[in-house]
């Protein structure tokens, strides 16, 4: 097992969320500076595209027009950038609305949360937004995802839950088993079932289409799991953004942890990258990458 730490910025641009482009790059936010970026794993070129200052560019991910997305918490708007670096935005209707999480529906469309104001929204690849009021008060929703059921999926932080949506706009809500887990992270499985980070308990939940739940507590309850991504065998990888490490979970619910190098380098986001590694987006201004085999 490698772990490598590789400067992307400096420390005050804020390295927060990390996914694969279409281009087969790196693509992340850079959430204090206003800005996103692409990152080449062969050459390791950073060209920094910017957003705008205040934006508080956030989470990122690929769409389905061969564009990357991404959410502007700060400005309340939704973020599209083209693999050639062309940024254009879209407002959203609800005041204060606070985007966070974002993906690709299987509809086409992108869907995101709107945390402060308790919303799913949806928008077309044209701009056209539409916006799902939840039927849960203060659950400030956080993370998205696609699962394999044709429906949306998202942590409600707020509200101890974790919530799908249909294409249609029909809400289901799971309880969380515990109060106080505060769910953050969440993404899909090939098995069909979702993970998802429990920030405030220390744990790592699964979630199957049925609505099963089943939760591992971590060996450090306090490292705060923060994202979360799934490998081709179906290995759940997290982000430990306290205890300055990169957790691993096997279905059958085997953990090995991964500590960073660079001390308080505060991971945040996660992905698999077009080499197979793991890459973690570190707020200090870098990227982590975690070439791990197997059996390590």
Request: aromatic residues 8%; glycine residues 16%.
């Amino acid at each position: 097992m490698t772990i490598e730490e590789i400067p992307v910025s400096g420390p005050e641009a804020g390295p927060y969320a990390v996914t694969v482009g279409p281009d087969g790059m790196l693509w992340f936010t850079l959430v204090h500076q206003g800005a996103v970026a692409r990152f080449d794993p062969a050459t390791r070129e950073v060209v920094t595209h910017p957003v705008g200052a205040g934006s508080g560019p956030t989470v990122i991910t690929s769409g389905p027009d061969g564009a990357l997305w991404f959410t502007r918490y700060k400005d309340h708007r939704i973020g599209r950038v083209t693999t050639g670096g062309q940024v254009t935005s879209y407002a959203l209707p609800t005041p204060g609305a606070g985007p966070f999480g974002i993906v690709a529906g299987p509809d086409g469309a992108l869907w995101f949360t709107e945390s402060p104001v308790d919303r799913i929204g949806r928008v077309t690849v044209a701009g056209t937004v539409t916006e799902f009021p939840l039927p849960v008060p203060a659950a400030f929703p956080s993370a998205i995802a696609a699962g394999g059921d044709g429906g949306l999926w998202f942590t409600m932080n707020g509200a101890d839950a974790i919530g799908r949506i249909g294409t249609g706009g029909q809400v289901t809500v799971h309880p969380l088993p515990f109060p106080g887990s505060a769910p953050v992270g969440m993404a899909a499985a090939p098995d069909g079932a979702l993970w998802f980070t429990e920030i405030g308990a220390g744990r790592i939940g699964r979630i199957r289409p049925d609505g099963a739940i089943e939760e591992f507590t971590l060996p450090d309850p306090a490292s705060r799991p923060h994202a979360v991504t799934v490998d081709a065998h179906g290995d759940c990888w997290f982000t430990e953004w306290a205890a300055n490490r990169v957790g691993r979970l096997t279905p059958a619910g085997d953990y090995r942890g991964y500590d960073l190098p660079t001390p308080a380098c505060e991971p945040h986001g996660i992905t698999v990258g077009p080499d197979g590694a793991l890459w973690v987006a570190l707020e200090i201004g870098a990227l982590a990458r975690l070439e791990v085999g197997r059996g390590g």
